[in-house]
């Protein structure tokens, strides 16, 4: 009887919310390797190098690996934060799932709404949101579909760091050696030190691409 049911009427409001449930984690997951995995280890390498730099007096390279290593941290923060946002959607379908036994049927969320327009802006979980969302709005739990305007995603914030941000971070990297507006200056390469100038430049821009690469 329950094979044909659900073969009718589609899926029970139970076993929707435990699919749901089961996506939310898979994307938290994912998140975290996202963190752990790329973020952590390719800005440690990062800000190994603005050390070496910071030795040499290279002012001028440091502030540009700097400031990768404030949008990483940006980039982190705002994985961090949608992390929590897919367990708070978890929090309101299990309350969902207290009412469903009640009532026998799914409730509207303006909660679940809130909370999936900001996570559809996220590059990495969009089109989950996106299909998690089509079929919550099937189920009632959501009114209407998402705008699609909410979902581009303000990259100021990550493009166009303020100067005092790079400058903490160049001073925690180097003990207070960078950092403070006119207390450093670089000197000019001599022709000794163009080949190696050459190649450090070479690998901030490996770096540079690298890290662009996780923050698109």
């Known amino acids: 009887m329950q094979t044909l049911n659900r073969f009718l009427y589609g899926p029970t409001p139970e076993e ?7 996506k939310l984690r898979a994307e938290q997951r994912q998140l975290d390797r996202e963190m752990r995995q790329q973020l952590d280890t390719a800005t440690a ?7 070496q730099l910071a030795t040499k007096g290279d ?22 934060v949608s992390k929590a946002r897919l367990g708070s959607i978890g929090v309101q379908l299990n309350q969902q799932l207290a009412m469903a036994k009640v009532t026998g049927a799914l409730q ?5 709404m809130k909370l999936s327009n900001q996570l559809v802006r996220l590059p990495q979980i969009s089109q989950t949101m996106r299909e998690m ?6 189920a009632g739990i959501l009114e209407e579909m998402m705008d699609d305007t909410l979902a581009v995603e303000d990259d100021e914030e990550l493009e166009e760091e303020a100067d005092a941000e790079i400058d903490k971070v160049l001073f925690d990297l180097t003990n207070g050696k960078l950092g403070q507006a006119g207390t450093v200056q670089s000197e000019l390469p001599s022709t000794e030190d ?15 691409q690298q890290l662009s690469g996780l923050l698109s």
Not at 133 to 138: A, D, Q, R
Not at 194 to 208: A, F, G, N, P, S
């Open 59 to 80: 002012v001028k390279s440091a502030r540009v690996l700097a400031r990768e290593v404030v949008r990483s941290d940006k980039q982190k923060d705002r994985l961090s």
């Open 133 to 138: 969302s089509m079929e919550m709005t099937k």
């Open 45 to 51: 390498k990062v800000r190994v190098t603005v050390k």
């Open 108 to 112: 509207k969320s303006t909660e679940i």
């Open 194 to 208: 163009k080949l190696e100038d050459e190649e450090t430049e070479r690998v901030m821009e490996q770096y540079r």
């Open 16 to 22: 929707r919310i435990r699919a749901w449930q089961a």
